[in-house]
């Protein structure tokens, strides 16, 4: 069994009893630093007004935030979780980034450019 992929018997489960989340990059060893170290050498550079859980996506946390309320469970749990087992970052940092509650202003900012207000 793989914690990666899917069992046969997990695949024919409804889609509406099993939550799936895939997340492909996952799969790849986990060094946050070391990645935006890399980056900013190519041009990126870090912006302010997003939520722990993104590098540059005004979306993310609203998006977190209905998949909170929808299924109870932050979207970036399982990703986490596996990124802990390997190594890539202690159980507490993992709990910071989705134990952090998405900033009200940014949630209304997004929420208001959407037309959801």
Same mark, same amino acid.
């Given at each position: 069994?793989? =914690?990666?992929? !899917? +069992?046969?018997?997990? !695949? ?7 939550? %799936?989340? %895939?997340?492909? !990059? ?8 070391? /990645? ?8 990126? *550079?870090?912006?302010?007004? +997003? @939520? ?5 996506? #005004? ?6 935030? /209905?998949?909170?309320? =929808? &299924?109870?469970?932050?979207?970036? $749990? &399982?990703?986490? $979780?596996?990124? %802990? *087992? @390997?190594?890539? %970052?202690? *159980?507490?940092?993992? #709990?910071?980034? /989705? ?13 208001? =450019?959407?037309?959801?207000?």
């Amino acid at each position: 069994m793989s =914690r990666y992929y !899917l +069992t046969e018997k997990q !695949l024919k489960i409804p889609q509406e009893q099993f939550p %799936v989340n %895939v997340h492909p !990059l996952a799969f790849h060893n986990y060094d946050e630093e070391g /990645i935006k170290n890399h980056i900013k050498k190519l041009g990126w *550079r870090d912006v302010p007004d +997003t @939520d722990p859980n993104s590098s540059n996506c #005004l979306l993310n946390a609203f998006a977190n935030k /209905i998949h909170m309320e =929808r &299924w109870g469970f932050h979207p970036y $749990a &399982w990703e986490m $979780a596996g990124i %802990v *087992r @390997d190594g890539g %970052v202690s *159980r507490a940092e993992a #709990l910071a980034k /989705i134990e952090d509650a998405p900033e009200p202003d940014l949630i209304d900012m997004v929420k208001s =450019r959407l037309g959801l207000q």
